[in-house]
């Protein structure tokens, strides 16, 4: 029985200069969930887009089913049932959950929208995803798992034979994801094909067939799940030996540098704990359990309703993020792109947005050549990758995004550098250097907190892990005595406390 | 990798050269020194209240009550004058009056969160009132003879509005390009979350905008009641327009965060040389307008255009 739904022929697309795609052969089969891997620029994306139709391909072939598909366009494959769900959803805030499933072809009786028939099938496919969602419920009301399920359920209603899943587990919470797999289960029991694409690992092994993976826009192998390992898998990726995924450190507890008391927002309550030098400081917790919001309060981007922070032992007066720099505390966010990252602006005038009366004389006349050393030095420390510091930050890759956010804070010689999902959308290759950074940091004095929901990372670097559950510290860990059972347990809202 | 010349960012010269060189072949007056420096002290008022505009639109902002600053500038100096209060008292006055309104504007964006084209648009429709309210609704006079220069004076071959823009180009240009605060001013635009992450006081970045834009505003009604030898409560009026076109002309994006004062130049220049043009050709003044809006909707549209191109080129 030839079960193979999807295949393509020797893709090629060329961009002036740039070889995205070069000659990638596969093919994708009924019942199958099939990862695609590969770090930021491997041609992942430039692959999906071949399918979707979203770009045209320079050279190759795409056979749907046995035909051969000439000019593909993205109204074209949704028509055939080719779907995609991508990072950034494609709903409208303010429909329910029904208009959304159906938008662009709503169901009609004469020249009137037929509800009734609208939300009747979407309950049908939401009772059978067995998820309880109102079809009434407007999407901006949803959670973004929720959200989620909501694309699912668009493609589902669209008969789709192939679903492309691009980071579906990124935005999600722990709970949320275990449900996500299930729904992919379900979908691979009815016979969809299902490409998926994920920067964690983990999920492969948990959830799909086969794996295949991408470098340099080129196809490397496929291999089956059952007979691979996170390793092997790397060593494809980056093709060189990562060696050991997190550096080794050790901690000698030194001086208190950092000491929140009793702090409060209108998320978090009564929040107590100190940092050390050379340490850092894990904060685990599910999405929405007050991790952010720490780190916000510390740095004074929110509003503080009480509280003390105090540095070497001085309380501080901290009203704006710009207090929080000037007394040495630093905090690279979570949303590169939205808080991290000018991305409008260069490398250069990023490097030095945070510090820059530093390269500025008295009447705020920036000394170009002191600017322009001063980059140069951090993007040799920092390997980050650009032919001229006068490239805009929106043209580097995810990793080097996030090396420039550093290298701003980096110049401004923090004390206290807070990491707010530092690898988050990164590629491997990159996530290392941050880690060797990191560490290095660590070493140099500096007390560095990184708040993460990637549990390897977590428990490979922090020396001391701090659980949050719905705004509250629930537990506090030692690198000894960490696991992720006791953490997800704490995180939870188990009182497990272990001091 | 060599940096590749974005042909794009002359496209606006290019067109006003094609302009020049299109009114020099049609008329016989208008490459002619006389006129050349006729064009420039037209373009003057504009040209000073366009570096404000800059650095507001840079923000992310717009300012649309210019024309009504210029207005009540006008003719509080001109009455102030008028009464009998020394010249240079006078112009304080009334550089203090755009200071606060731009103070006002700032605080209404700042402070109760609203969207810098409402703001502006209210404080605009009342600073027009007030204009009239001041002036009686009637020109006024009695301007004082040593106060023509400002306006009608000439250093060399060059009328002193035309220097004062030249001026206030040269100020603009190194403030935006040199200095830390014309470099939170684009980092403000282009995300304003990140710069406050930053440690930019992202407020008083927008108080300090909109109060120069405010002086500008101020300084150049100033500069009109010396042209004209009269407070005038109309003066300026629908100027904002012109400013904010070329502003836009030049390349300034409306979105915040990029954009340059040389393109702004040009696109004051393009202002005037057409303005000019037509007048010589004698052109309808309603035509006017219509080629005006024209030349406006068409350079953004070709921006449109490329950037469509450029992006479709780009990804990866």
């Known amino acids: 029985m030839n079960s193979t739904v999807l295949e393509l022929k020797n893709i090629r697309k060329l961009y002036p200069g740039v070889v995205a795609l070069d000659g990638v052969s596969m093919s994708f089969k009924k019942g199958e969930v099939h990862a695609i891997v590969g770090e930021n620029g491997a041609g992942k994306s430039t692959f999906i887009k071949s399918i979707t139709g979203a770009i045209e391909p320079t050279e190759g072939e795409i056979i749907f089913k046995g035909e051969f598909i000439a000019h593909n366009n993205p109204a074209k494959s949704l028509e055939m049932g080719i779907c995609a769900v991508y990072q950034e959803f494609n709903l409208i805030p303010y429909l329910n959950v029904a208009e959304n499933i159906f938008y662009g072809r709503y169901k009609t009786k004469g020249i009137f929208v037929d509800y009734e028939s609208m939300y009747k099938e979407t309950k049908e496919i939401l009772d059978d995803l067995g998820v309880k969602i109102d079809p009434r419920t407007l999407v901006k009301d949803l959670t973004v798992g929720y959200q989620q399920i909501i694309e699912i359920a668009k493609s589902i209603s669209r008969r789709a034979k192939v679903i492309i899943m691009d980071e579906p587990s990124a935005p999600l919470t722990n709970s949320e994801l275990i449900y996500l797999f299930k729904i992919v289960a379900k979908l691979k029991e009815r016979g969809c094909a299902i490409i998926y694409i994920s920067h964690r690992l983990e999920e492969i092994f948990e959830i799909c067939d086969k794996v295949t993976v991408f470098r340099d826009g080129k196809y490397i192998q496929t291999l089956s799940v059952a007979e691979t390992n996170k390793e092997e898998l790397i060593t494809l990726m980056v093709n060189r030996d990562l060696g050991e995924q997190f550096p080794p450190k050790q901690l000698v507890k030194k001086d208190k540098v950092l000491e929140v008391k009793g702090l409060n927002t209108d998320v978090i309550k009564d929040i107590h704990f100190e940092a050390y030098e050379g340490e850092i400081l894990g904060f685990a917790g599910l999405v929405g359990a007050g991790r952010t919001e720490i780190a916000r309060a510390v740095f004074g981007a929110d509003k503080i309703n009480g509280g003390e922070i105090l540095l070497n032992g001085k309380r501080l007066n901290i009203h704006s993020p710009k207090d929080a720099i000037a007394s040495g505390i630093g905090l690279i966010p979570e949303d590169r792109k939205q808080h991290g990252a000018l991305l409008h602006m260069s490398i250069q005038e990023n490097t030095t947005y945070a510090h820059l009366s530093n390269f500025a004389n008295k009447f705020g006349m920036i000394d170009f050549k002191k600017e322009i050393k001063a980059v140069n030095e951090y993007k040799e420390a920092l390997k980050i990758k650009t032919p001229f510091i006068s490239q805009k930050v929106k043209n580097l890759s995810g990793g080097n995004q996030q090396k420039v956010v550093l290298a701003k804070w980096l110049i401004t010689d923090c004390k206290v550098l807070i990491f707010d999902e530092p690898t988050r959308g990164i590629d491997v290759g990159a996530k290392q250097e941050i880690y060797q950074l990191m560490i290095e940091l660590a070493k140099q004095g500096k007390v560095i907190i990184m708040i993460s929901s990637e549990m390897p990372e977590l428990l490979g670097m922090s020396d001391r892990i701090i659980v949050m559950h719905e705004g509250r510290i629930t537990g506090e860990l030692y690198r000894e005595d960490a696991t992720q059972e006791k953490i997800l347990s704490m995180a939870s809202g188990g009182q497990e406390e272990v001091k | ?316």
Not at chain 2, 31 to 59: D, E, K, P, Y
Not at chain 2, 219 to 227: E, K, N, Q, T
Request: charged share 10%.
């Open chain 2, 1 to 316: 990798m060599k940096k590749k010349i974005d042909w794009s960012k002359y496209g606006i010269l290019a067109a006003l050269i094609a302009l020049i060189v299109f009114f020099s072949i049609v008329t016989d007056s208008f490459l002619t020194s006389v006129n050349i420096m006729n064009v420039l002290r037209q373009v003057a008022i504009i040209g000073m209240c366009s570096v404000g505009m800059t650095f507001v639109i840079l923000t992310g902002g717009i300012d649309l009550s210019v024309g009504s600053v210029i207005g009540v500038s006008a003719v509080t100096a001109a009455t102030l004058m008028g009464g009998g209060t020394h010249p240079v008292l006078a112009c304080l006055a009334a550089l203090v009056i755009g200071f606060v309104v731009g103070l006002i504007n700032g605080a209404l964006i700042n402070e109760l969160d609203m969207f810098p084209m409402i703001a502006t648009l209210g404080m605009m429709t009342a600073l027009r009132g007030v204009a009239y309210l001041v002036s009686g609704g009637k020109p006024v006079y009695g301007i004082p003879k040593s106060f023509l220069f400002l306006g009608q004076g000439y250093i060399s071959y060059f009328p002193v509005p035309v220097i004062i823009m030249i001026i206030v180009f040269i100020l603009g240009f190194i403030i935006l390009n040199k200095t830390v605060f014309g470099r939170t001013v684009y980092g403000t635009g282009g995300n304003q979350e990140a710069s406050r992450l930053s440690g930019v006081s992202v407020k008083k970045v927008k108080y300090q905008i909109y109060a120069i834009e405010g002086i500008l505003a101020a300084a150049a009604g100033i500069i009109l009641v010396s042209r004209v030898n009269s407070g005038q409560p109309a003066a300026g009026q629908s100027y904002e327009m012109d400013i904010i076109t070329a502003c836009v002309l030049g390349g300034v994006s409306i979105n915040g965060g990029e954009g340059k004062i040389t393109g702004v130049i040009v696109g004051v220049l393009i202002m005037g040389v057409l303005t000019n043009g037509m007048i010589l050709l004698n052109v309808n003044e309603f035509w006017q307008w219509v080629v005006k809006g024209a030349v406006l909707i068409l350079a953004v549209a070709l921006d449109k255009i490329s950037q469509k191109y450029k992006a479709k080129v780009k990804t990866v």
